[in-house]
């Protein structure tokens, strides 16, 4: 089949190559430009184009798609036979959904119409999901508002973090989307019901507030692993918070109860078990207080 693949992180690229290793002929990769990065703002490829790149596969970065028509006409050229879509960044208007001769197929990270939007995987965490999975939807021009092809569920445990089940979801969506394109199968229109919206993350989202109870800031702990990352201050320096488990204890929100980085929320309390002061390496909680004093009493937060 005769395909053009849109995608740009490394939750697309598992989908890329299984298209390639299956036979199907892919005609153009599209990801979006490489972006300034590091201390010195080197411009960096994402890492499908990466990805294409090694396969030897033509790649195209427009800037936006929407309104221009010289971009939609060289992606109309293409003869294609579907284009298949996974996290690619851009919005892709009527024009270029309708040109393929299947349409354009898109590897969602959750079992729609639940967390439609930019941060499926980070949602489900944060809202304490009992699962999730990947829906391979025929798209339109809503906000993942179209047609199902393809569901199926994994389970979130009480200790997945958003880093697994981003991998796990993306081997998943590789698999999916190889049978939707084998099988063909009938459409099916989303429910009404249950439609909920994961926002795109910004970095404050990651700010801890221990006000909150135990169970809500372990979930965001997991949630934001590895972007944004949950992260509080400590004597006035950012400390990131990446593994945490809930015991018991009460105080002030914020509060160091004991010598094990044990922390009183809103209710119940939580013992940091990994955390990274600043830019220095990630330490386990009893590295930390080996070469920081925290006595009990000192606040969090701020």
């Not at 049978?179 to 009404?192: G, H, K, T, W, Y």
């Amino acid at each position: 089949m005769r395909l053009a693949f849109m995608g740009s992180p490394d939750f697309a690229v598992p989908a890329l190559r299984a298209l390639h290793a299956a036979g199907h002929e892919i005609a153009a990769v599209y990801c979006q430009s490489p972006k300034p990065a590091g201390r010195g703002y080197t411009l960096r490829s994402c890492p499908v184009q990466l990805e294409a790149e090694r396969l030897r596969l033509p790649v195209r970065t427009p800037t936006r798609l929407r309104g221009e028509l010289a971009e939609q006409t060289a992606f109309a050229s293409l003869g294609l036979d579907a284009a298949v879509v996974a996290a690619y960044g851009l919005i892709l208007p009527q024009a270029v959904l309708k040109t393929p001769r299947r349409g354009c197929l898109n590897i969602h990270a959750s079992l729609l119409p639940r967390w439609r939007g930019a941060a499926p995987i980070q949602a489900a965490v944060l809202a304490g999901d009992a699962q999730t999975g990947v829906t391979i939807m025929q798209m339109d021009a809503g906000l993942d508002t179209g047609p199902m092809l393809l569901r199926q569920a994994v389970p979130i445990s009480a200790a997945t973090t958003a880093a697994e089940l981003h991998d796990t979801l993306a081997e998943l969506g590789a698999r999916l989307i190889l049978r939707a394109l084998n099988e063909q199968p009938v459409p099916v229109p989303q429910p009404d019901h249950g439609v909920t919206y994961a926002p795109k993350l910004t970095r404050a989202a990651g700010h801890i507030d221990w006000a909150r109870d135990a169970a809500a800031i372990e979930r965001q702990v997991r949630a934001f692993n590895p972007w944004p990352g949950a992260f509080t201050t400590l004597h006035g320096a950012v400390l990131k918070v990446l593994a945490v488990q809930p015991v018991s204890g009460s105080g002030p929100p914020g509060a160091v109860l004991d010598d094990q980085l044990t922390i009183a929320c809103g209710a119940e309390a939580l013992r940091l078990a990994r955390v990274q002061l600043g830019g220095r390496p990630v330490m386990t909680a009893d590295a930390f207080l080996r070469g920081h004093r925290v006595p009990a009493g000192t606040m969090l937060g701020g």
